[in-house]
């Protein structure tokens, strides 16, 4: 009988102020889902640089004719057996874990392989084509190890570090995270102000019902919490929502369309967006239920 007659109060609080509620459950729904959508965006970026981390390499590029930092030299043998003995030496080696090294031959056949159909590989020939080592590091952020010891030495003209060329995309992408976690904030802000507005509404409209509740002894908990339950009500349907509308972001966009058009990386998937679901639904609930306790409270002490 009491669960029921609290539940009367919220359906009631509903009626009233309707326009308000579904208010709520937009802003609620919209601030949720640019949540959800940086938590997901955080989670791709970490996935992508675990996958280049376990395939980037740096690259040591020899001196060919056709360079000019070279001075039209081609590095010798001796220059090359000179960097593979400071990559196989005690002070690199700790940070190597393997090494190949590609003549100008199999550089120029890799080359053609990775450009085939195309211009670049109508034109280009085997002098135009650098020897080089590939170098797989234990650890991917020691690469400036690599560039600073093998940049200088006589024969090379240029050390490249893959993740370096990458960074860059990973920048954007954090910073296309940061902004979905500040839109997402904002509009937060606004619905716990929607919600605190409206919790403070439901119960002016209902200021006799109080007065007579507060005459008959009911408890201040007893007044409190059909006022609580409508903001967090209001606030599980917008997370609700927020939860559907991520898990279809991940299962249709990223897995459908994503995933068709870019092979080459591995993408989040729905263990993923179910995981960001509970994380939703909960910020949702503790946020509506703290600014519609703290409303209600302010507004029976007034």
């Known amino acids: 009988m009491r669960f029921g007659l609290i539940m009367r109060e919220v359906g009631q609080g509903f009626r009233r102020n309707l326009s308000m509620v579904v208010s709520v459950i937009l802003v609620t729904f919209i601030s949720l889902t640019f949540f959800g959508a940086a938590i997901l965006l955080q989670l791709q970026i970490g996935q992508m640089k675990q996958y280049w981390d376990d395939r980037a390499e740096v690259t040591v590029y020899m001196c060919i004719e056709a360079v000019t930092t070279c001075d039209g030299a081609t590095a010798t043998q001796e220059q090359i057996d000179a960097v593979q003995a400071q990559l196989d030496g005690p002070t690199l080696s700790p940070f190597v874990e393997r090494v190949t090294f590609e003549t100008q031959e199999e550089a120029f056949a890799r080359f053609q392989e990775m450009f085939a159909g195309t211009e670049l590989a109508d034109y280009a020939t085997v002098d135009d084509i650098s020897a080089d080592f590939l170098i797989k590091l234990v650890d991917p952020d020691d690469s400036e190890v690599i560039v600073d010891a093998i940049g200088g030495m006589p024969g090379v003209d240029e050390v490249n570090d893959q993740r370096a060329l990458l960074q860059p995309i990973f920048d954007i992408m954090n910073a296309a995270s940061y902004t979905a976690v500040g839109i997402a904030a904002l509009m937060l802000v606004a619905a716990v102000l929607l919600i605190s507005t409206t919790i403070r509404l439901s119960a002016f409209s209902r200021r006799r019902e109080l007065a007579i509740m507060r ?3 009911a408890s201040n908990r007893f007044i409190e919490t059909p006022f609580i339950l409508e903001g967090v009500l209001a606030s ?45 639904i909960g910020v949702g609930a503790i946020l509506a239920g703290l600014s519609a306790s703290v409303a209600i409270r302010r507004y029976l002490k007034a």
């Open 215 to 217: 005459l008959v002894g």
């Open 236 to 280: 599980l349907i917008g997370s609700v929502l927020a939860s559907g509308a991520i898990v279809a972001l991940v299962q249709f966009f990223v897995r459908g369309y994503l995933a068709d058009s870019i092979a080459t990386y591995t993408f989040i998937g729905l263990p993923e967006g179910l995981l960001v679901v509970p994380i939703i």
